[in-house]
């Protein structure tokens, strides 16, 4: 699995800076691979144009991706998402496992974070669009990943995202914020 590719083309298509890349998979294998893309910027919310009248901008949503491409184990993904972060310039990958929340004892909190890991902002009462998806599944896998348990990877892209100061010190990272294969990690 080569989530790079992927990344790097959603992002020239949004023309905006990552502010973070999130994945997300129901603690079973072979079950579809949610990439979640976070944006950092805003557009005008209609092309309309009155003189003098301001027309507020709008946060860019994030672009939802599912990745059918089997996988038999955990540690396919943990390595696509290594090499991911590593090409993008990432310096930290942070991945959590989480248990069901369907189960007693789930706090609300627990619930909550499990909706937002699939991308589920229901509460979201803005009225605007928070994903642009191409996630067929997203909703169905949810329900999987309350049930069973899921696991969900988060990093922060140096190339072609916000990112740029914070890492100004890394030698490891080439002219344009990323760095080659393979994974010094490995």
Same mark, same amino acid.
């Given at each position: 699995?080569?989530?790079? *590719? #992927?990344?790097?083309?959603?992002?020239? &298509?949004v023309g905006? *800076?990552?502010?973070?890349? #999130? &994945?997300t998979v129901a603690a079973r294998v072979? #079950? *579809?691979v949610l990439l979640l893309l976070h944006w950092h910027g805003f557009h005008r919310a209609t092309p309309l144009r009155l003189p003098g009248i301001?027309?507020? #901008?709008?946060?860019v949503p994030g672009s939802a991706i599912q990745i059918n491409e089997q996988w038999q184990a955990?540690?396919?993904i943990d390595q696509a998402l290594l090499d991911a972060a590593w090409q993008l310039g990432a310096w930290d990958l942070e991945r959590l496992q989480r248990r069901s929340c369907n189960e007693i004892g789930a706090s609300a909190h627990e619930a909550l974070a499990c909706r937002q890991a699939f991308g589920d902002y229901a509460d979201d009462r803005s009225g605007q669009a928070h994903l642009v998806?191409?996630?067929?599944?997203?909703?169905?896998?949810?329900p999987l990943g309350a049930a069973k348990g899921y696991l969900r990877w988060t990093f922060r892209? &140096?190339?072609g995202g916000?990112?740029?100061e914070a890492a100004s010190d890394d030698g490891t990272l080439e002219a344009d914020g990323g760095r080659q294969l393979p994974c010094s990690a490995r």
């Open positions: 699995m080569d989530l790079f *590719p #992927t990344i790097s083309a959603q992002s020239k &298509v905006k *800076p990552l502010y973070a890349v #999130t &994945v072979n #079950t *579809p301001p027309i507020p #901008t709008r946060a955990f540690e396919s998806e191409e996630a067929p599944d997203r909703k169905g896998v949810m892209p &140096v190339k916000l990112w740029r």
